[in-house]
């Protein structure tokens, strides 16, 4: 069986657990991601209200708590949304929510940043939540997309190979849902939001086979698995002093 969004449910203890192996790999790239994005939005995060569609057991957005004034995740499965609420730092702000992230239950504008992460590849109709992402989104807010690339090498590495030696729960995932950077750009942009920053991630291999789970490192190519960062018009990116569009102000003005 290929996507099969029922394991999420059945290994919903395993999501923190250091020993456990289904989420080995997932742990290891939420590292990466939230690496990418202290890169991309920095102090700024201590401004932000941020909705994760999909957040799973929260292992992008628990930590992040740390950092954001106030995080909302939104997921379908229970127990997934328990490990989350288990996991979310003393003293930090947070809501865990059952909902159906192709329709969260938040009034639109109430976000500052909100996360697709390891999620739009799962979907039949990813470009309903970039559009639900976008309706969340205050303008100058920020959208971050981490997904994986249509291509061979994604097919390869991503559900050959990965699952073929133990990197990933078998079923995870279905080749035909990745998507191509410039098709999420296309469903972004219908959204009304405009690309700031992409970044592809490839695996560290030596470090993958040390820990039997999937380490990244960032890669200028797109052709395995990539981040992306939108901002909500009509607020524009502006370049810093390399010519490079960062998303800076949009979250500084409260």
């Known amino acids: 069986m290929r996507n099969d969004l029922t394991l ?13 192996r ?11 991601q939230r690496a990418q994005l202290g890169r ?31 995080v909302v995740g939104i997921d379908l499965s229970l127990g997934s949304l328990a490990a989350a609420r288990d996991h979310l730092p003393p003293g930090r702000r947070g809501l865990f929510a059952r909902g159906d992230a192709l329709a969260p239950p938040l ?13 739009l590849e799962h979907v039949r109709e990813p470009a309903r939540m970039v559009a639900e992402a976008g309706r969340l989104l205050r303008p100058g807010g920020l959208l971050y997309v981490f997904t994986l690339n249509r291509t061979w090498r994604a097919r390869l590495l991503a559900v050959h190979l990965a699952k073929g030696i133990g990197l ?36 560290r291999l030596l470090d993958t086979l040390r820990s039997w789970a999937i380490a990244l490192r960032p890669a200028r190519a797109l052709a395995v698995s990539y981040g992306m960062l939108f ?10 002093e390399h010519g490079n569009a960062v998303a800076g102000p949009p979250l500084s003005r409260r």
């Open 8 to 20: 999420y449910e059945r290994h919903a203890a395993e999501w923190w657990d250091p020993r456990a």
């Open 40 to 70: 991309w939005l920095g102090p700024e995060l201590a401004e932000a209200l941020v909705v994760e569609l999909g957040c799973g057991g929260g292992l992008l957005l628990c930590p992040l708590a740390l950092h954001a004034r106030a």
């Open 107 to 119: 009034a639109g504008a109430c976000a500052d940043v909100v996360l697709i992460s390891d999620v």
């Open 168 to 203: 990933v729960p078998r079923g995870t995932h279905d080749p035909a849902l990745f998507l191509r950077p410039q098709e999420v750009r296309a469903m972004a942009q219908q959204a009304g939001l405009l690309p700031v920053h992409a970044e592809g991630a490839a695996p």
């Open 231 to 240: 901002v909500k018009g009509p607020c524009p990116p502006v370049p810093d």
């Open 22 to 32: 289904a989420f080995a790999s997932l742990r290891r790239t939420k590292e990466f």
